[in-house]
């Protein structure tokens, strides 16, 4: 059996307008935070996936290209006669004074 009661009527249409309001509200809020975070994040001036797919395949194929130069100098100079010393042991070399002509003068 239905009652007809305009109170609970009317606070059924309140709160189906209100959850209504409360959807709009949330899709709104969305956009306006994904159309903020896209902003932000333009400004960033971050690298493309695909841009940065490239040049990490061209570092690794020039990595490996002087990994092979490296082993092949290493077998010239073997055949030559030739040893290397490791940059650690040869250091750098000693850098004089640069003095120029002028200033020898007023020494």
Do not use: H, Y
């Amino acid at each position: 059996m239905q009652t007809d009661n305009r109170v609970l009527d009317g606070m059924a249409r309140f709160f189906t307008n209100a959850a209504g309001a409360a959807q709009s509200f949330r899709a709104e809020m969305e956009t306006m935070m994904k159309a903020r975070f896209e902003r932000l994040i333009g400004e960033l001036d971050l690298v493309q996936r695909e841009e940065f797919d490239a040049v990490k395949a061209m570092a690794a194929k020039a990595r490996a290209e002087n990994e092979k130069l490296t082993a092949r100098l290493a077998e010239l100079e073997t055949k030559l006669g030739r040893t290397r010393k490791p940059a650690v042991e040869r250091g750098s070399p000693r850098k004089g004074r640069a003095t120029s002509k002028r200033v020898r003068r007023k020494l």
